[in-house]
């Protein structure tokens, strides 16, 4: 039988199992996810690398009147690269703000997975206490204080990994896989990546090191470049986008739940 470690490897950190060459991986999980057609995967794999676009303007009609209009000014935008996509988890048996156990429980039942609990009762509290201290303000950095984007609590980021994207060759992308991939390890929780990912995620964005998406881009979560805040400054200082060597901004992408 394969270790945990073994087990995994494929799924959280797969860049050793690829030539050099090769610039993303994808993981599908038959039991969990359809393997999508060809077809569908060329056009998904193009969206994850979006070109720039330069700056220029729109056309904005007046409500039922086509013949007004007016020229609105257009920015311009960076190309992108997403170092990490996969799927939306949703739970619409557990009550919004309910304690992490909750989410673990339902989602353990809904995929008939029988846990360890000698395992996984340490994990759960832990990411209890983690969500406790968010909420009051402990160990969060000065700046994400004072802008109070996650004044609600801890925002676990819980995703569907049956179906996971990798990116290659960003060094982020292979920050983010070395995370998970020790987070799930230290538990070693068997069948419960998920759980790992969401505390994961969710600890990048309480430092700032993950965005929150625009209304008007759901699912696009910037990578943010923290280096670069100076945590002493008197105005409230938020991190820039992160980018690339050719000036790309980072994405994770969330992709909605498919419709069955």
């Not at 257009?74 to 170092?83: Q, T």
């Amino acid at each position: 039988n394969m270790s945990e470690a073994e087990y995994t490897l494929l799924k959280l950190t797969p860049k050793r199992f690829f030539s050099e060459t090769v610039s993303r991986a994808m993981f599908v999980q038959p039991n969990r996810f359809p393997v999508p057609p060809f077809e569908s995967l060329t056009g998904y794999f193009k969206s994850l690398d979006p070109s720039a676009k330069a700056a220029g303007r729109t056309k904005e009609y007046r409500a039922g009147v086509n013949s007004i209009f007016r020229f609105l000014p257009k920015e311009a935008k960076k190309a992108r690269r997403v170092i990490f996509s996969s799927l939306e988890a949703t739970f619409p048996n557990v009550p919004e703000k309910s304690p992490i156990g909750v989410y673990v429980q339902d989602l353990c039942k809904r995929e008939g997975i029988r846990p360890n609990q000698d395992l996984l009762v340490p994990q759960v509290s832990f990411y209890t206490y983690a969500a406790h201290f968010v909420q009051n303000g402990i160990r969060r950095p000065e700046y994400e204080m004072r802008s109070t984007i996650y004044k609600g609590g801890f925002p676990f980021e819980w995703l569907k990994t049956a179906m996971i994207v990798h990116d290659l060759r960003e060094t982020e992308a292979r920050n983010l896989r070395c995370e998970w991939y020790d987070e799930h390890l230290f538990w070693g929780n068997t069948h419960l990546e998920d759980v790992s990912l969401a505390y994961v995620l969710g600890k990048r964005r309480i430092m700032g090191r993950v965005g929150v998406a625009p209304e008007s881009e759901q699912g696009w979560f910037p990578i943010m470049d923290t280096d670069a805040v100076d945590e002493t400054a008197d105005e409230v200082m938020l991190p820039d986008r992160l980018t690339n060597a050719d000036d790309a901004e980072l994405f994770v992408r969330i992709l909605p739940k498919p419709k069955s």
